[in-house]
C-alpha cells in the first residue's frame, strides 16, 4: 500500500554531506524516519518525525550532525547527513509508520535501503 523510495546514497569522504529522500505516493499520512544497517552490525535507529513534521528525535550517534525533516506537500521525507563520519556507513531505510513517531520501530512500510559509505 506504501512504497516507499530512497535515494541520494553514495560514497563520501570523512566530514562530507548528503540528504536522503524518501518518497511515497502517501507519505503525508504517516509517522516517518530513517535506521539503517552497518556492516556486521544489527539495524539501529536513526532518526524519526511525526506526521505532522512537528515533531523529532534522533539517535544519540547522530545527535548533532544529522537532520530529518519532510515535506508533505511532496509526500517526500529527507535526512541530511552533515559531519559524516566512517562509523555513519550503512544501508539506510526509510520507513513509514501508521502510529505514532514515537513508536517507530513499529513502522507497517520499509524501503529498499540506500548505500551511504564513508571514507576516512
Known amino acids: 500500500q506504501v512504497r516507499l523510495v530512497e535515494t541520494g546514497g553514495g560514497a563520501v569522504q570523512a566530514g562530507g554531506s548528503l540528504r536522503l529522500s524518501c518518497a511515497a505516493s502517501?507519505?503525508?499520512?504517516?509517522?516517518m524516519g530513517w535506521f539503517r544497517r552497518a556492516p556486521g552490525k544489527e539495524r539501529a535507529f536513526v532518526a524519526a518525525?511525526?506526521?505532522?513534521?512537528?515533531?523529532?528525535f534522533y539517535a544519540d550517534s547522530v545527535q548533532g550532525r544529522f537532520t530529518i525533516s519532510r515535506d508533505n506537500a511532496k509526500n517526500t521525507g529527507y535526512l541530511q547527513m552533515d559531519s559524516l563520519k566512517p562509523e555513519d556507513t550503512a544501508e539506510y531505510y526509510c520507513?513509514?509508520?501508521?502510529?505514532?513517531?514515537?513508536?517507530?520501530?513499529?513502522?507497517?512500510?520499509w524501503g529498499q535501503g540506500t548505500q551511504v559509505t564513508v571514507t576516512s
Open positions: 518525525i511525526s506526521q505532522s513534521g512537528v515533531n523529532y
Open positions: 520507513v513509514a509508520h501508521a502510529g505514532s513517531y514515537y513508536n517507530i520501530r513499529k513502522s507497517n512500510y
Open positions: 502517501d507519505l503525508q499520512y504517516y509517522a
